[in-house]
Every structure is written in C-alpha cells, then in structure tokens.
C-alpha cells in the first residue's frame, strides 16, 4: 500500500506528484516498458524527504517530553 499523494502534507510535492501523473496518463504501455519510472523515483524521493523531517520532529519533541518526565519525577522524588 502507498499513502495518499494528494494531501495537505504533500504540498511540497505537488509538482513531481502532478508530473508523474501525467506520465502515467499516456498509457499502460508507457508505463510498462519503464518511461516513469524517473518520474517514480522523483515522487519517492521527494516523499522520503518529508517522512525523514516529520520523523526528526517527532524525535525532538519526544526528547523535550521525556526531559520534562524527568524533570517532575525529580521533583517528586525530592518531595519524599
């Protein structure tokens, strides 16, 4: 299964998305014998690209949560 192309976190892929698309459009046997496949490749790059970047976001976040854990255990534990 491949994810959606078109959705609101994908705007910065519209243009090779739209390209590939279009190649996609002239046909099965264009299709076949490997004409988009660069046009693929583009889409899938570009795709990995924002999952690599929403993944470093999520670990910074989760980083600055788990400090804060820490944090209040700390407090916690000096309370007792």
Do not use: Y
């Not at 192309?5 to 459009?25: P, W």
């Not at 496949?37 to 970047?53: F, G, I, P, T």
């Not at 400090?67 to 916690?76: G, N, Q, R």
């Amino acid at each position: 299964m491949h994810p959606h192309l078109h959705t609101a976190e994908n705007k910065q892929c519209e243009e090779v998305i739209a390209a590939l698309e279009e190649c996609h459009a002239r046909g099965f046997l264009w299709k076949v014998f490997g004409n988009c496949s660069d046009a693929k490749h583009k889409v899938n790059m570009c795709l990995r690209a924002q999952r690599l970047e929403r993944t470093r976001l999520n670990r910074e976040k989760a980083k600055e949560k788990r400090k804060h854990i820490e944090k209040v255990w700390a407090e916690f534990d000096g309370n007792n």
